[in-house]
């Protein structure tokens, strides 16, 4: 019997992949219907059920796919719970209540949880940083800014970034400085203290234990498992990234059981405050061996894929058995079965490889096809293994994922579409058995005359500069730690 799933989100050409390699047929919906994707669905493999321009176009979008196959989302969608509502009215949707979004998205709420937790989360006011008005919080509600010192002479000397509550991917964060702030008159943004050092990203899986109640084990601990880290690469200038744009992650990476521990108190706190469960992540800053916790994702997030080459299990799977009472089309095998929930420690530390996706974008308006026509596969996809270890876009491929290095490409925007000036134009990952590896596999692509070295000269890219940042940031990551 044909398992389908429909996956919804701003891009899911991850998650399609990962529904396949589950053994799932998936029926799409997302912003782009990217040259990869359609290809990656070709031969009955999946459907592709349309393209939207607004998440508020998904409930007419979807009303064709048969309403008793399951919707898992994806990034951005956490920003119109109203669109998930009413999808949920007559569908399944595997994924967060639109209740436990309301309270992770939060920010007053979600940081006064975590620093009852004795966990840190950076200063945050809901008005001019520098000054003391009455402040509310999405509620509505008047609070105080969520730190315990309130000097306003001691805030003038801090950093303080500008967020959008509806905002994802970095998008409308800004920097802003003492004389030029303008306190919002609107309620759709707020005021955070910048930290300084590594931006980070972990993943959990929650769950409710079967023979326990209200999600919780026999030690009394939320069913909260710390599945891994990565590293974010954030504003890269050498990807034409602006700001705080979101332009990839590196990883997964092995952190000190110290680390490991906060990292699973946060996500236990939020689990069980919430009620959030499945897949979802949380964003924090690495600083001085701890972290600064910023926002949480409530759902799969774009490291889902590097958790999965590394550790070998399917967290698109994780995910929907964590709903399987919800669905009324069984997606999940029955002996799908878990690891120990109670490990604080990355599940992938023996996994030979690190990945590293960069997210590039295009410093000019131009046509797709004059970059990409070079590189769209004629033929058919490739097959899959059941390994999962096979990979559509392995333009210089290896027999496997984890026969490092190696480098590819996906995202490849359709035929015929238009690159705009400041927009992400596709994604460039490459694999080694660390980051300097990777590094290195950059380097030597400066003085190559086709391929690849022919790719970054057309995207006006530079080799050297992207493996002297990743160098960087590594080192970095390890100073922090």
């Avoid at 429909?6 to 990962?18: E, F, M, T, V």
């Avoid at 007053?108 to 001019?128: D, I, N, Y």
Wanted: hydrophobic letters at 40%; charged letters at 20%.
């Amino acid at each position: 019997m044909k398992r389908e799933i429909l996956l919804c989100g701003a891009s899911i050409r991850s998650l399609a992949n990962a529904a396949i390699q589950a053994g799932l047929h998936p029926h799409c919906v997302d912003f782009f219907a990217d040259h990869d994707l359609l290809l990656l669905l070709s031969h009955g493999r999946g459907t592709l059920a349309g393209r939207i321009n607004s998440f508020a176009d998904l409930p007419e979008r979807t009303s064709d796919v048969p309403l008793d196959i399951p919707m898992v989302w994806a990034g951005g969608l956490e920003n119109w719970p109203e669109v998930i509502e009413s999808i949920q009215r007559v569908r399944t949707v595997l994924g967060a209540s639109t209740e436990a979004i309301a309270a992770v998205r939060d920010v007053h709420r979600l940081s006064k949880e975590l620093m009852a937790a004795g966990l840190q989360f950076p200063c945050t006011r809901f008005s001019h940083p520098t000054r003391k008005p009455a402040q509310k919080g999405n509620d509505g509600q008047l609070f105080a800014e969520s730190a315990e010192a309130t000097d306003v002479a001691s805030m003038n000397d801090a950093v303080w970034l500008k967020k959008r509550y509806r905002g994802s991917g970095g998008n409308g964060v800004t920097e802003l400085s003492g004389g030029s702030l303008v306190s919002p008159e609107n309620s759709d943004c707020y005021f955070q203290q910048k930290i300084d050092g590594v931006p980070m990203s972990a993943t959990f899986l929650a769950r409710d234990h079967p023979d326990q109640t209200a999600g919780r084990d026999a030690n009394g601990h939320s069913q909260v498992q710390l599945l891994g880290s990565t590293i974010q690469i954030i504003g890269w200038k050498a990807l034409h990234a602006s700001g705080f744009e979101f332009c990839g992650n590196a990883g997964p990476v092995d952190i000190p059981a110290s680390l490991g521990d906060e990292l699973l108190q946060a996500g236990r706190t939020v689990a069980e405050y919430s009620g959030l469960r499945g897949i979802f992540g949380i964003d924090f800053i690495l600083k001085d061996s701890r972290p600064w916790f910023l926002e949480v994702n409530p759902r799969l997030t774009a490291s889902h894929e590097m958790i999965e080459w590394y550790s070998g299990r399917s967290l698109l799977m994780d995910h929907c058995q964590s709903f399987k009472q919800k669905s009324r089309q069984n997606v999940c095998p029955e002996d799908h079965s878990y690891p120990s929930a109670n490990s604080t420690k990355c599940v992938t530390v023996s996994a030979p490889s690190s990945f590293v996706r960069m997210i590039i974008y295009s410093d000019r308006s131009v046509s797709a096809s004059e970059i990409f026509a070079g590189y769209r596969e004629s033929g058919d996809a490739p097959e899959y293994e059941a390994s999962g270890t096979d990979f559509l876009w392995l333009n210089e491929r290896s027999s496997s994922v984890q026969d490092a290095p190696m480098f590819w490409l996906a995202d490849i925007p359709a035929a015929g579409s238009e690159l705009l000036k400041g927009h992400p134009a596709c994604s460039f990952y490459l694999s080694g058995n660390s980051l300097d590896e990777i590094a290195a596999l950059l380097r030597d692509q400066a003085g190559n005359e086709k391929g690849f070295g022919n790719f970054f000269r057309e995207m006006r890219l530079s080799p050297e500069n992207l493996a002297s940042q990743l160098t960087l940031l590594g080192d970095q990551f390890q100073r922090e730690l």
